[in-house]
């Protein structure tokens, strides 16, 4: 999918990024852990069971929210659960210890769950494909390019900032643009 948006005279090219990287694989404030059968989802654990996960949540002081999946024509997932009842349920959790909340956010337990729903939402991101790369070009010259953006919204702004940089050096320089 690819979509050209005019912007200043420049063009921008909006294409899915295809070659995103899982947002797990990032330095990551919490930890996913997810059982499901046909997928490698989330991060690396060393639980065998959902109830071995359990038993280690009931021994340890930890923030955990849980994962929902939903597998039709595509994956997504989210904290709160869908209301299909055959193709979606709890596939895990997402957790972070007392000791990592207090070091990153104090006493704010609230922040902390924020900062683990993002993770769930990027990680969302990543699972349906809402990865996008831009293009910028002028008079037929690549002016700029980036990949990776998790959403459109913060790539598009991005992509014209890229524009208006480009803009204040021809002016400048004492080109028109």
Request: aromatic share 12%; glycine share 10%; charged share 30%.
């Amino acid at each position: 999918m690819q979509d050209v948006i005019d912007y200043n005279g420049y063009k921008i090219s909006i294409e899915r990024d295809d070659c995103g990287e899982s947002p797990r694989e990032w330095d990551t404030f919490g930890t996913m852990v997810c059982f499901h059968s046909r997928y490698r989802l989330g991060d690396e654990h060393e639980f065998s069971s959902p109830g071995e996960f359990e038993e280690y949540r009931r021994e340890h002081d930890l923030v955990v929210l849980p994962l929902y999946l939903y597998d039709h024509s595509g994956l997504t997932m989210n904290i709160t659960g869908f209301r299909c009842p055959w193709d979606s349920g709890q596939v895990g959790w997402i957790y972070a210890d007392r000791e990592t909340v207090k070091k990153e956010f104090g006493d704010d337990e609230e922040a902390a769950r924020k900062c683990l729903v993002s993770e769930v939402e990027a990680f969302d991101q990543y699972l349906r494909g809402d990865v996008w790369g831009y293009v910028v070009t002028h008079r037929g010259r690549d002016i700029d390019s980036c990949w990776g953006f998790y959403g459109r919204e913060d790539m598009l702004s991005q992509a014209r900032a890229a524009v208006d940089a480009d803009m204040c050096e021809l002016v400048e320089d004492g080109r028109v643009a």
